[in-house]
């Protein structure tokens, strides 16, 4: 009898336990609410491992863990206490978000001749799928965003010329995977203004970090420190920089310092632990008032967000966050966000947050990427020369059939967005490379729209027939057109041909390297438009174009490809028509 009674206790004061902590109350307060103290050992696990034979090893996760369980499901749960000792204690669930979209379409050329997008310069989605290819897993397809896996790199384009702050230049190729295809390269390089120390103006830094319970793991706040570190040790005495942090409280655990006294700023970062829930919301307030109070005229001023993304204390919705964030951007304080860790990382609100701050998006899987993002390339993370920078590209359909855009499915624009200037766009940083590539299928090659009964596929002649261009701009391809604001809040805008190369050749070394960037992402969302085209054609692609390669990272990415390679491929989702 009184080892029923006491097996009865243990199994009551588990489930207690463990309900307690799914809904949130971490183990040490949920042990107190069962009637343990903290200093003392689980009486209730003590007794129920004396009562019962010891567990069978975890084969695998239990699914009850890997989703929450609302509703009467939960209750039917929570009325049977033995219905959460089959799951693994307290076993996080991944809870990552990526924001869902399809890769862009093939258009007709005479039908749809103009394209219109905003540049892009996030690199974050490289750096995420390279952490879970290190794991030993294929990325979700929708965390694969081509236009930031090609944009990592850095390419050596012209310099700016003239009276614009960075320089176009276009380069067309054979396409690595379809021969008669032809890719249509758009390079864009903004201009360099040097380091910190010698040309780029004073900056006002408000570093925001995330210390909340979900932040205590080693990719987390420690990584966040080693990366504010060496940011700092890059500041001057005319900078300032600001420590804010946020969990279940906000607070300014720093104000604003000279970017010289070193010491007292890395002290602050040092005191710095992981604690509590995320009210994300009212820190957000909190930083933007300490942005304001050091404001630098002409200056760079600018909050970097260091977080895992994961709020859920305060204004959580994306809308009321983008908001309120639209509201301060105005005033010249920027937005950019570092994303750290795996398990809850809220990619998609991440990006869209930068996006609204006029910032940057990156996130941050080792010491090596935070030098990349915080120290080599400083002046194009911080200081920003171009803002809401859009593309449009007419094509000429008497040279296109058909045309697509690889990439940037979520920076599309509408035609006639390109000169309306209330419509956001990208900013481009100092120094800053960033490149669109398109896949055109020319007049006269096979296209995926096909004849029609009632009419040509084009204006120009049939999907089929090798009739020679008649417009007296039969030399060009198309015309790219570029649109942005400087300093003064009226935009300006240029724009240069696309000519048709007199002979078509395999293209130049940084447009190869961009083109087996571009095919990779391809492949990991399921190679809708690769054809025959393989991990290993990738690989040989890339090692070909590896350039100078300063930082290495060229030849990292051939060892993920065949990592990739490794893991298996995804089985394609078409051959290649739709």
């Known amino acids: 009898m009184k080892a029923q009674t006491t097996l009865k206790t243990a199994i009551t004061a588990l489930a207690t336990v463990t309900l307690l902590v799914a809904c949130g109350v971490p183990p040490r307060e949920a042990n107190n609410a069962a009637g343990n103290p903290a200093s003392t050992p689980n009486a209730a696990s003590s007794a ?252 760079i001023n600018r909050i970097l967000m260091a977080t895992d993304g994961d709020f859920n204390v305060g204004v959580t919705s994306d809308s009321a966050l983008e908001t309120r964030i639209r509201r301060e951007r105005d005033s010249g304080i920027s937005l950019s966000m570092l994303a750290f860790g795996t398990g809850n990382l809220n990619d998609a609100l991440m990006e869209q947050l930068a996006d609204q701050g006029n910032g940057n998006y990156s996130y941050i899987d080792s010491v090596d990427e935070a030098r990349k993002v915080l120290v080599t390339e400083m002046g194009a993370t911080l200081h920003t020369v171009a803002k809401d920078v859009k593309v449009q590209v007419e094509f000429n359909p008497a040279r296109v059939a058909e045309y697509r855009l690889l990439g940037y499915e979520n920076r599309l624009l509408r035609e006639e967005d390109f000169r309306n200037d209330r419509v956001d766009a990208g900013e481009v940083g100092a120094g800053h490379t960033v490149t669109a590539l398109y896949e055109v299928t020319p007049v006269g090659a096979a296209t995926l729209h096909g004849e029609r009964r009632y009419g040509a596929a084009t204006a120009a002649a049939p999907a089929t027939a090798a009739a020679p261009p008649t417009t007296t701009l039969a030399n060009e391809l198309g015309e790219v057109r570029v649109r942005y604001r400087a300093t003064e809040p009226k935009a300006l805008e240029f724009s240069q041909p696309i000519l048709a190369p007199e002979k078509i050749t395999a293209g130049s070394t940084d447009l190869r390297f961009a083109a087996a960037v571009a095919s990779f992402g391809e492949l990991l969302r399921g190679g809708r438009y690769q054809a025959k085209w393989s991990y290993g054609d990738t690989a040989t692609l890339a090692r070909g174009a590896l350039g100078t390669d300063a930082g290495g990272w060229r030849a990292e990415f051939v060892r993920l490809v065949q990592v990739a390679e490794g893991l298996g491929a995804r089985p394609s989702t078409a051959d290649g028509a739709e």
């Open 48 to 299: 129920l491992a004396d009562a019962l034979p010891p567990p069978p090893p975890i084969q695998a996760p239990v699914a009850l863990m890997e989703k929450r369980i609302t509703g009467p499901a939960m209750l039917a749960n929570i009325a049977s206490p033995m219905a959460f000792m089959v799951a693994p204690a307290f076993a996080p669930a991944n809870t990552e978000r990526y924001g869902h979209f399809e890769q862009n379409p093939v258009h007709v050329a005479a039908r749809e001749p103009v394209s219109t997008f905003s540049l892009d310069v996030d690199t974050a989605s490289y750096a995420n799928l390279r952490r879970f290819l290190r794991q030993g897993e294929l990325p979700p397809e929708d965390a694969v965003r081509v236009e930031e896996l090609v944009n990592y790199f850095p390419y050596d384009y012209p310099a700016a010329k003239g009276p614009h702050p960075f320089g176009v230049g276009t380069e067309v190729a054979r396409a690595p995977w379809n021969p008669e295809h032809l890719l249509v390269r758009i390079g864009v390089k903004a201009q360099e203004l040097g380091t910190t120390q010698t040309t780029l103006p004073p900056a006002n830094l408000v570093f925001l970090v995330d210390v909340s319970g979900s932040m205590d793991e080693p990719d987390k706040l420690p990584l966040v420190q080693a990366s504010l570190r060496m940011l700092v040790k890059q500041l001057r005495a005319e900078d300032r920089v600001s420590l804010v942090v946020y969990a279940g409280r906000t607070a300014v655990e720093l104000p604003a310092t000279p970017g010289n006294q070193q010491a007292k700023i890395l002290a602050a970062i040092g005191r710095l632990n992981a604690e509590g829930s995320t009210n994300g919301g009212a820190a957000l307030q909190l930083a933007y008032e300490q942005a304001r109070a050091g404001f630098i005229a002409g200056g």
